[in-house]
């Protein structure tokens, strides 16, 4: 029986020299029956702006024997350390993430405040050439301080991180995506990019931020200098550190938009792949205490105590005091928005998507570009905002308007500019302001007469050239306020060429248009209704609001994907879709596995030379274990027994056995107590697969390792005629990094294991690769 076992794991075996460097799946070289091409995968992404070595994450629970032991000695008292631990924790996330909301917010608008002064100083004096110098330089300077700090210390840091997050939840490990550095560069260099008058929002990298700073608590602090706590023990996983991010991102989503509801929404229809009650729960824990946070800032704020900081409670852009009502007729209007908003969300996406291809060949060619790309977009936008009031007509003061007009200050609704005394230039209300400002402006309404339709338009081309070619620069971004100022403007323009037709005011078509533009790019439903009735407090818009996301989001899934699944795919990241092609169901989980390797298996009780074989020549990060197993004959003259399948031992914990050297010197089983002396169960939740610091003498060589106390002994497994559709659905939604594939009947002497299944393989666009003929009309989308 022992040689029956030798020769099945021997044959299984490959040379690792074949493989190209997937740490995920078993690449193949070889043709392939019914495939003209070979399962390929891709290890490296983009994160950030970096190209980084991607791995999955172990959401499974690996029931060793370690793990059973510690989960039965588990007292009461541990358990309501654990609960404890959850709760502490999310409300610690909701708690920074609402003082670091605060932090970001009064710097930017502190700085773009006093910037907004001083060239409204020269503006006053009719010295127009220093007053675009000194607003270029000193957007310029803020520009280069963000892009720098990106480029040079976090590139992790670039774009909004909301693309990253969505696929670590998937289960894609992002290396240096939430450490301490990342979350520093983040919070200096949102505050930079946006109080330069880039055409970013801080939404997205107070998601990022968010997320960072539930890494790091439950890490206990940064990857050098974590704390030692011995209740910290317990998240020392994936499984609770997903929680906790999902926490973060809900969270900053609050900060963002000071909208608690709307925030655990958006983590749940945008960004988590799994979820479960008590995780909404925690998740709406943690932005209630943001909420908090923010409103004693803003009452402290409201006190004068802040500088500059802008006017406003805890509703972002109020109109809950504009009343209306609306009848049949307006659907018209509203529909239109929504198709509207479709088109452009979809014709924005497919843009966007050329733009960055672009950007990405230009960062390619090193450090310098990517400065110099964000310098000149910065310049770019400085001669815009500054020089395009120049072009709109002033318009007079009306008399009965309460608000004071003009004005030269950093903040109002009738800016002066360059026009004479009495006049307010309406293109420079809506330019030459804080990008928050700018939709509270666009926002207001009871003033149907506020903004030209040239001015309108000169602001919704400006905003849509502009939409395209800063994102995707060296600086952190967020995509939410770029999307709302563009479909603020045409939602404006169409409620004026509405006119006496309709009777919803033009703020009104303002909120409906932003509304639309994002659900038509970003294909969110539910979560950004929400957010947009706590960003404007008037419930009243909850119908129109419902009917023109659903109108949006259809009409853009008739193009092409949301803008996050293209950044997803442009990175390379291997996110797992939540349905499975149609095709998948005409091919077996069997196939798929035949179009691999011989998957490598190792015996429980293994020599120390196989395993570091194993390790030297492969790079997979999970092997399956075998066992003799008694021979029980049946009628059919197959044997039921033979060998078995044990489990499934991860690269992780082969490393560990060979650094501490658990090695016998004789063929046998070890006893329980000889385990738990030498392995604490904790630290067998750390990865570390480094292997080449690992020295092994010759006598060594010949040694035993009992394998059987460290594999996962129920593992998830699939019969071979499965279809690849139920795989996929199964891998996602369970959070698996393995999937074994067993025969429907195993003879005697036939391996338990014919294969293992990975997220490259199950890939759409991988699967294709190796089977075209599956899908025949190929300009499908596939990834």
Not at 573 to 602: C, H, I, Q, Y
């Amino acid at each position: 029986m022992e040689e029956d076992l030798n020769q099945i794991v021997n044959s299984s075996s490959y040379n690792g020299e074949e493989e190209q460097g997937d740490p995920e799946s078993n690449t193949l070289n070889q043709p392939l029956v019914k495939a003209n091409r070979t399962l390929s995968s891709t290890p490296l992404a983009l994160v950030g702006t970096k190209v980084s070595h991607i791995e999955s994450l172990d959401y499974e629970i690996n029931e060793n024997d370690l793990f059973k032991h510690d989960w039965r000695k588990r007292s009461k008292t541990q358990v309501l350390q654990y609960i404890f631990l959850k709760w502490t924790f999310a409300c610690l996330i909701g708690l920074f993430t609402g003082l670091i909301a605060t932090l970001i917010n009064l710097a930017v608008e502190n700085i773009a405040g006093y910037k907004l002064l001083a060239v409204g100083h020269f503006l006053a004096q009719e010295r127009y050439i220093t007053g675009l110098m000194i607003f270029a330089g000193a957007n310029l300077g803020l520009t280069l301080v963000a892009s720098v700090l990106c480029v040079c210390f976090a590139p992790t840091a670039a774009g909004p991180g909301i693309p990253e997050i969505k696929a670590y939840l998937n289960g894609i490990d992002t290396p240096n995506m939430f450490g301490a550095t990342t979350m520093i560069v983040k919070i200096i260099g949102s505050i930079g990019a946006v109080a330069a008058g880039l055409d970013l929002g801080k939404e997205g990298p107070l998601v990022h931020i968010g997320t960072c700073i539930a890494s790091l608590l439950g890490q206990g602090g940064p990857d050098n200098h974590r704390l030692k706590w011995r209740w910290l023990r317990y998240f020392n996983n994936d499984r609770d550190r997903r929680d906790l991010i999902t926490c973060g991102s809900a969270a900053g989503v609050c900060a963002a938009f000071r909208s608690p509801v709307g925030g655990v929404l958006f983590a749940l229809e945008e960004v988590a792949t799994w979820w479960r009650s008590a995780l909404l729960w925690r998740t709406f824990f943690s932005t209630a205490v943001v909420v908090v946070v923010l409103r004693e800032f803003i009452e402290i704020c409201n006190s004068g105590k802040c500088g500059l900081f802008g006017r406003g409670g805890l509703i972002m852009f109020d109109v809950s005091h504009v009343t209306y009502t609306y009848h049949v007729t307006d659907i018209i209007p509203v529909t239109l928005i929504g198709v509207i908003g479709g088109v452009l969300g979809s014709l924005y996406n497919h843009f966007l998507h050329k733009v960055l291809r672009l950007y990405n060949l230009i960062n390619q060619k090193g450090k310098i570009h990517k400065v110099l790309l964000s310098l000149t977009v910065s310049l770019f936008t400085s001669v815009c905002l500054y020089g395009l009031p120049f072009l709109a007509k002033c318009t007079p003061c009306d008399p009965s308007i309460e608000e004071r007009c003009p004005t030269n200050g950093r903040s109002g609704n009738f800016k002066q500019f360059h026009c004479p005394k009495g006049y307010y230039s309406d293109l420079a209300t809506l330019l030459l302001t804080t990008n928050d400002d700018a939709v509270r402006n666009i926002f207001s309404s009871n003033t149907p007469n506020e903004f030209s339709m040239g001015s309108l338009w000169i602001f919704f081309v400006l905003y849509c050239i502009l939409g395209l070619f800063t994102f995707g620069i060296a600086t952190p971004s967020g995509l939410f306020l770029p999307i709302i100022l563009m479909g603020s403007a045409y939602g404006r323009m169409l409620g004026g060429l509405m006119g006496s037709y309709t009777s919803i005011d033009q703020g009104l078509y303002a909120v409906l248009g932003a509304a639309s533009l994002m659900a038509g790019s970003m294909r969110m439903t539910v979560s950004l209704c929400v957010i947009f009735l706590e960003l404007t407090n008037n419930l009243l818009l909850l119908p129109i609001t419902m009917i023109v996301l659903l109108i949006a989001k259809t009409v853009g899934d008739s193009f092409n994907p949301s803008i996050y699944d293209i950044i997803l795919h442009l990175k390379g990241l291997p996110f797992l879709e939540a349905n499975p092609e149609p095709w998948m169901r005409n091919l077996s989980v069997g196939e798929l596995g035949d179009a691999k390797p011989p998957v490598v298996t190792l015996q429980g009780v293994e020599k120390v030379a196989k395993i570091v074989d194993v390790l030297k020549n492969t790079t997979h990060n999970a092997f399956p274990v075998l066992d003799e197993a008694e021979v029980v004959p049946s009628q059919m003259g197959l044997g039921t027994g033979g060998i078995e399948l044990h489990g499934l031992i991860l690269r992780a914990h082969l490393v560990k056995v060979l650094k501490k050297r658990w090695f016998l010197t004789e063929k046998r089983r070890t006893e329980e107590w000889e385990v738990r002396e030498k392995f604490p169960w904790d630290e067998l939740a750390e990865r570390e697969d480094n292997f080449d610091d690992v020295a092994i003498t010759s006598s060594e060589m010949q040694m035993y390792v009992d394998l059987h106390p460290l594999t996962n002994t129920t593992p998830y497994t699939v019969m071979e005629n499965m279809s690849v559709a139920k795989a996929l659905v199964l891998f996602r939604q369970v959070g698996l990094r393995h999937l074994l594939i067993v025969p429907r009947i195993q003879a005697l002497g036939m391996s338990p294991v014919i294969g293992i299944l990975t997220r490259q393989d199950l890939r759409a666009y991988n699967i294709l690769q190796a089977f075209p003929h599956l899908d025949k009309s190929k300009g499908r989308k596939a990834h």
